[in-house]
């Protein structure tokens, strides 16, 4: 049994809809128009809900089970909103080696979510990633653009008060 994410409610709008309708329109006759058609869907939303997923498929004709399908195969797609900070840990090699691991599992106590979620209040999400190159600084982790290195769990307080607003 895996882990149900949390997914905070979905709230799109009627512009985002309108949006959407009309990406699908101009581009469902085109022949691999699928994957266009979701690239766009996760620009105008942020990511790929299945409320979105359902109004791809009715508005193309595609089963359901493909558009979901191609959303959980390729990576760039997302099925769960990103927070306005986007954390990433760093799991490579050097980092893993040097107690990432214990950074990501504090964070995920921390926030109170998994990887891959988003906090209720949108604020933060969470994702493992693979080599930054960065290796020199490590453990390293990412929220936006801003690069923390050398880290222990105990600065992990600090630097999220950082992002509080």
Do not use: W
Request: net charge negative.
């Amino acid at each position: 049994m895996g882990s149900k994410k949390k997914a905070a409610p979905f709230n799109g709008t009627p512009e985002q809809e309108k949006q959407l309708k009309e990406v699908i329109a101009s581009l469902k006759d085109d022949k691999g128009c699928l994957m266009p058609i979701m690239q766009h869907a996760q620009e105008i939303y942020g990511y790929l809900p299945i409320e979105v997923q359902t109004m791809i498929a009715e508005g193309t004709g595609f089963p359901l089970e493909k558009v979901y399908g191609v959303a959980t195969f390729y990576a760039q797609f997302s099925l769960y909103p990103k927070g306005k900070y986007k954390i990433s840990v760093c799991l490579g090699t050097a980092c893993y080696v040097k107690g990432s691991g214990d950074i990501y599992d504090k964070l995920i106590e921390k926030l109170g979510i998994e990887g891959g979620e988003c906090t209720p209040d949108g604020k933060f999400s969470l994702e493992a990633c693979r080599c930054i190159g960065a290796c020199g600084l490590a453990p390293v982790m990412t929220i936006n653009e801003d690069v923390y290195g050398r880290l222990t769990p105990d600065m992990l307080d600090d630097i999220l008060a950082k992002y509080a607003d």
